[in-house]
């Protein structure tokens, strides 16, 4: 696979006012019932049902990243009650690890829901500007997404979309744990709805065999995820989506030897077909991947595009 070529570090700064005037993007949403504007700036990206546009509180010159809805995408009862789901759930959250849901509101054509904005986008970003990452990033990253995991498992919810794109990196390159879309409370093993959702590539094989999804399915796609990161391609990508299924559920995929031996170890500690033999989040923080390696209290901006020269 090409490596793609580099991302700048960060957003580039909103546009002035005045240019926002001029050009046919430019946009004001009014919350009816507080009477605050909004100024909308870029996109930040596409998903699913949503648009994230950069939004700015013209009382006090806040930016957010708001993701738009139209309401014709949730037309559908079951479509407005799984966004209604992702608001509540979203709002109960508060950990410095997670992105911080401020508000929503919606006029006749949207939702907006209004979150802390991640400027330097998310994980994804970074591995496809970067490709593999250093073990001192991955430490560094893993700690986060860890803390942000062990708060929500805590609280009895699941995420079950655990993939990069869903780890986003504010301007100071913290980590937060976002996109609830698929978040659910945990439910018991007789409770738990047998369909699948999540990202093919990181589902565990209890889920791809119809026996739910538990934190232990989270901590598999933590292990897919770091996996990911270090090697440069997800642990069990082929082709075909079949063949992928496969692989999956005979945990059949390699360690390439130029691989740390300590991370080697924890990956494979992770990547077990029985749910109950995989380690579990604070079996993952005492492994001597992290307690033997250096983790920096912080990245520098540069390390989104390029290796960084980390000192212990
Ligand atoms: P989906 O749920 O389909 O993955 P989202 O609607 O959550 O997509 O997000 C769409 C895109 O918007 C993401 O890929 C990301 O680039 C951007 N985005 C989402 N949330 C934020 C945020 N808090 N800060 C910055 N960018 C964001």
């Known amino acids: 696979k090409a490596s793609p070529a580099a991302q700048p570090p960060a957003a580039k700064p909103n546009r002035s006012k005045s240019e926002h005037v001029k050009t046919e993007l430019a946009q004001v949403v009014v919350d009816a019932k507080t009477g605050r504007s909004y100024c909308k700036g870029k996109l930040l990206g596409k998903g699913g049902f949503a648009r994230c546009y950069e939004m700015t509180d013209l009382a006090n010159n806040k930016m957010y990243a708001v993701k738009v809805i139209p309401q ?120 738990r709805k047998k369909t699948i959702c999540g990202t093919p590539n990181y589902l565990a094989p209890e889920v791809l065999n119809r026996q739910g999804h538990g934190t232990e399915s989270d901590v598999w796609s933590l292990g897919c995820v770091m996996y990911t990161l270090l090697c440069g391609n997800p642990p069990f990508e082929t082709l075909d989506l ?31 077909k029985n749910p109950s033999d995989r380690l579990t989040l604070d079996q993952i923080l005492a492994h001597e991947y992290f307690t033997k390696g250096f983790t920096p209290e912080k990245l520098p901006p540069s390390s989104c595009v390029m290796v960084p020269e980390l000192n212990p």
Not at 73 to 90: A, D, G, W, Y
Not at 246 to 272: D, G
């Open 72 to 191: 014709s995408r949730v037309s559908k009862p079951h479509q407005r009650e799984k966004i209604i789901n992702e608001i509540e759930l979203h709002k109960s959250l508060q950990h410095k690890h997670v992105v911080k849901f401020s508000h929503h509101f919606e006029d006749q054509d949207n939702i907006y829901i209004f979150l802390e904005l991640c400027s330097r986008k998310s994980l994804a970003h970074i591995w496809k500007a970067r490709h593999t990452l250093t073990d001192p990033e991955v430490r560094y990253y893993l700690k986060q997404i860890i803390s942000a995991l062990k708060y929500l498992h805590n609280k009895g919810i699941l995420h079950r979309d655990l993939k990069l794109g869903n780890f986003f990196v504010n301007e100071n390159m913290d980590l937060r744990l976002g996109d609830f879309g698929l978040a659910a409370k945990l439910e018991t093993v007789e409770q």
């Open 242 to 272: 079949k063949e992928t299924y496969k692989c999956i559920k005979e945990v059949r995929y390699s360690l390439p030897p130029s691989l740390n031996p300590s991370a080697q170890k924890l990956i494979s500690a992770i990547l077990q």
